[in-house]
């Protein structure tokens, strides 16, 4: 299975199988341990670099999910990072706020990475408000 842990003001630690490609399929990191931006601030996304400290970035980590589905089988999870817009994350998952209050399951999921949803972790479309950048 593959997780997906929201940290309190921080990046999305996603740990298991895991693989991020650009949009064109460019392999960007194949590991079991990724941290990803969320605030949309990092020098270096869509990887977390440590800036979301500096920025003032807040979200407790919680959220209510009424897409959860059970999820099917094993397999990676592979994230595609979308020019100015999402993390698209397909693959059996779980979701969780790093304090586990929060939980979901899910085969597909889109997540914020600009900071600005107000459905965060998911992505409800305010990247075309901002810039999030490639
Ligand atoms: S969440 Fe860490 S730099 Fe954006």
Known sequence: MNYIK????GPLLMTGDIEVRAADGTLL??????????????????????????????????????RAEPPQGEGPLRVTVRPRAMLL???????????????????????????????????DASHKHCDVGD
Not at 6 to 9: A, H, I, N, S
Not at 50 to 59: N, P, Q
């Open 6 to 9: 929201v940290r309190k003001d």
């Open 89 to 123: 994350a397909k693959g059996p998952m779980t979701i969780s706020s790093a304090d586990g209050r929060c939980t979901t399951t899910r085969n597909s999921a889109a997540l914020c990475r600009c900071g600005e949803s107000s459905n965060k972790p998911f992505c």
């Open 29 to 66: 990191e194949k590991s079991d341990d990724v941290a990803l931006c969320r605030c949309g601030r990092s020098g270096n996304k869509p990887f977390c670099d440590g800036s979301h400290r500096e920025t003032g970035f807040r979200h407790d980590g919680c959220f209510e999910d009424g």
